[in-house]
């Protein structure tokens, strides 16, 4: 079946400890992006990637840190440097950005945890 | 600024009545506008699509408007059931050639049986 997953579905981090969640798609998509949401907030955009060895900062990337090493995935680092990182993290894919009919896919999220 | 506004309040209705969301944009220009549904510790899943030259779109029990001019689409869901209970999420391109999708805060929506 075709889509989008990520692990682990729960993490716990120490303070002062990167942590990396994982990010695959099957759907051969070009676009992928990582977002945070927080308890009764929206979706805010951590960082993007419109195609392999590139990406873009979100509105909150600060802490934050990615890679686009292969179509498939997309890996988002969350380093000691973030300093609230409790949070539901979520990654969707989409055909491309910026054009119609390019709907997100999104993987069922991450919730990450400081402990 | 730029701003995605939908209402952060539960819309509660009874089964059987129609759904109304809102969602207002602020400083886009979107060429298309999209809603999705999130239910609790899920991603959300993607529902329509309108575009800026589509005045509504229908799919099922679902119709969305899409008002440039207000800058304004509303999402109705008829005939409702508790199962349409869930989170709804309203998103754009801001046309900046960015090419990200931007996300309004959602707004629960609660079907009493």
């Known amino acids: 079946d075709g889509g989008i997953t990520q692990s682990p579905k729960y993490l716990f981090r120490k303070e002062g400890q990167n942590v990396t969640l994982s990010c695959e798609q099957n759907?051969?998509?070009?676009?992928m992006y990582w977002y945070r949401q927080d308890p009764g907030q929206g979706l805010r955009l951590i960082y993007y990637?419109?195609?392999?060895?590139?990406?873009q900062k979100g509105d909150i990337a600060e802490g934050y840190s990615v890679s686009r090493e292969k179509k498939e995935s997309f890996p988002l680092t969350v380093t000691s440097a973030q300093k609230n990182p409790t949070a539901f993290y979520l990654c969707?894919?989409?055909?491309?950005?910026?054009?119609?009919?390019?709907?997100?896919?999104f993987g069922q999220g991450t919730r990450l945890t400081v402990v | 600024s730029q701003k995605i506004e939908q209402n952060s309040e539960a819309l509660n209705i009874q089964e059987g009545k129609t759904a109304t969301l809102t969602c207002n944009y602020t400083?886009?220009?979107?060429?298309?506008l999209q809603w999705y549904r999130q239910d609790p510790g899920r991603g959300p899943v993607f529902l329509l699509l309108i575009r800026e030259n589509e005045k509504e779109k229908r799919k099922e029990r679902l119709k969305v408007t899409f008002d440039t001019t207000l800058k304004q689409s509303l999402f109705h869901i008829t005939a409702s059931q508790p199962a349409d209970s869930a989170t709804y999420l309203c998103a754009l391109d801001p046309m900046d050639s960015s090419y990200k999708l931007i996300f309004g805060s959602g707004t629960r929506l609660l079907v009493r049986p």
């Open positions: 969707a894919s989409s055909k491309t950005g910026g054009a119609p009919n390019t709907e997100a896919f």
């Open positions: 759907l051969n998509h070009d676009a």
């Open positions: 400083n886009y220009s979107p060429a298309y």
């Open positions: 990637s419109q195609i392999v060895n590139d990406f």
